[in-house]
């Protein structure tokens, strides 16, 4: 197990990708922690990993909230003597035009999405850095390209990218190893737990869930990418197409991402 010993913190870890990637970590031989806004999703976690034999310790956080980050790393300080990998993980996603859209559920979305993620690294750089150890950043092919009706997380994705590739330059050569990985679409319950306009959860994927890659899937490959100290991981075909062709014909994508939003169930464009 090539991560046996290491101490890994996963924000948002509940559901989809970060529970996914808490249990693959875990599989590795690594000791995981993870964090959620609901102690009754954090306990049902905490069970499932625990099964496996995996040492856990689950703690009751809010991404958004600074001192929740700050308070994350001191107790897993204290129970693990350590950090060696941190997983920004959490977040939300949201679902209406910009016109038509509340700012605090912008707000909301990114503080959650990159203020979360910038308040965690924060506090686990020391440990990260004294280590030599890895962060990586769970940004989305939404970080590449964006997309109508999701204009809040599109912005909170293209600023994580731009967060990270900035902050690995200034550490790349302290022996720290940052990895922005960026999943397309992903069967999991992001698209369920996404606000509405005026901030209500929308309830009912608009996408066809069991034809996307699956949230262990992802996680399997973010596993492999940060023990081979990757840089980037985009993923899906459909992803790294989307990223290749926003490069070179953005124009023409414009037009090719309008007309598949607007076929999407209860489209905004309809």
Same mark, same amino acid.
């Given at each position: 197990m090539k991560l046996k010993g290491k101490v890994v913190i996963v924000t948002g870890a509940t559901s989809g990708i970060g529970e996914a990637c808490a249990m693959a970590f875990g599989k590795e $031989?690594? #000791? %995981? %922690?993870?964090?959620? /806004? #609901?102690?009754?999703?954090?306990?049902?976690?905490?069970?499932?990993?625990?099964?496996? $034999?995996?040492? %856990?310790? $689950?703690?009751?956080?809010?991404?958004?909230?600074?001192?929740?980050?700050?308070?994350?790393?001191?107790?897993?300080? #204290? /129970?693990?003597?350590?950090?060696?990998?941190?997983?920004?993980?959490?977040?939300?996603?949201?679902?209406?035009?910009?016109?038509?859209?509340?700012?605090?559920?912008?707000?909301?979305?990114?503080?959650?999405?990159?203020?979360?993620?910038?308040?965690?690294?924060?506090?686990?750089?020391?440990?990260?850095?004294?280590?030599?150890?890895?962060?990586?950043?769970?940004?989305?092919?939404?970080?590449?390209? $964006?997309?109508?009706?999701?204009?809040?997380y599109t912005a909170s994705k293209y600023a994580m990218n731009g967060f990270f590739e900035s902050l690995r330059t200034e550490v790349m050569k302290r022996g720290v190893h940052i990895l922005v990985a960026s999943p397309g679409f992903t069967s999991s319950n992001i698209r369920n737990n996404a606000l509405t306009a005026q901030g209500q959860i929308q309830g009912e994927s608009p996408r066809e869930e069991n034809k996307m890659m699956s949230a262990e899937e992802v996680a399997d490959e973010i596993v492999k990418a940060t023990i081979k100290r990757k840089r980037d991981l985009v993923l899906t075909n459909q992803g790294k197409l989307a990223v290749f062709l926003n490069k070179w014909i953005p124009g023409t994508m414009d037009n090719l991402v309008y007309k598949t939003m607007a076929k999407e169930k209860d489209s905004p464009f309809k």
């Open positions: $031989g690594a #000791k %995981v %922690v993870i964090t959620g /806004r #609901k102690q009754v999703k954090i306990d049902n976690t905490l069970h499932r990993l625990q099964q496996e $034999g995996i040492e %856990v310790m $689950g703690i009751l956080a809010d991404a958004a909230i600074e001192a929740d980050n700050e308070e994350v790393v001191l107790e897993t300080v #204290k /129970r693990f003597g350590r950090i060696d990998i941190l997983i920004n993980n959490a977040g939300i996603s949201m679902r209406a035009l910009f016109e038509d859209l509340d700012l605090e559920v912008f707000k909301k979305v990114m503080d959650t999405n990159f203020y979360g993620a910038v308040y965690a690294t924060k506090y686990c750089l020391p440990e990260i850095l004294k280590n030599q150890g890895s962060i990586v950043a769970v940004s989305s092919i939404n970080g590449y390209r $964006g997309t109508p009706a999701r204009t809040a």
